[in-house]
């Protein structure tokens, strides 16, 4: 079974910059299709960023330049960088990883891809 635990998340202000941290185990994050997806109340989860296992990574427009993704395969860690924050970006943000080690380019955003999902993070913006 694989858990994901996501960490980092609070209240920031807007144009502020906050680090989400998603530590897999038991199991390697090299062979994993890895992503951030948030959800705000009343909205659909939508996908943030996405890291494949070979490292190429995707974004959403609406953090496209504002966003890094990365990931340490000897801590099992996804860390999602966020900067420049919005009202509209508060959320719940959600760490998944999928079975394959490739994100899809135009199917990394739909939550059916991802078999592994964390209980989330909440970050709240205020301005």
């Known amino acids: 079974q694989v858990t994901l635990v996501e960490s980092g998340g609070g209240s920031v202000q807007a144009g502020g910059s906050l680090g989400l941290t998603c530590t897999v185990s038991?199991?390697?994050?090299?062979?994993?299709?890895a992503a951030w997806f948030r959800q705000a109340p009343r909205k659909e989860r939508e996908g943030v960023a996405a890291?494949?296992?070979?490292?190429?990574?995707f974004f959403a427009g609406f953090v496209e330049g504002r966003s890094t993704i990365t990931r340490d395969n000897a801590k099992k860690t996804i860390y999602l960088q966020l900067n420049g924050f919005q009202p509209g970006d508060t959320a719940m943000y959600f760490c998944?990883?999928?079975?394959?080690?490739?994100?899809?380019?135009?199917?990394?955003?739909?939550?059916?891809?991802?078999?592994?999902w964390g209980r989330g993070t909440q970050v709240t913006v205020s301005s």
């Open positions: 998944a990883a999928s079975r394959t080690d490739r994100c899809s380019s135009k199917l990394w955003t739909l939550t059916s891809g991802y078999t592994y």
């Open positions: 038991p199991y390697t994050t090299s062979n994993m299709c």
């Open positions: 890291i494949s296992g070979g490292g190429g990574a």
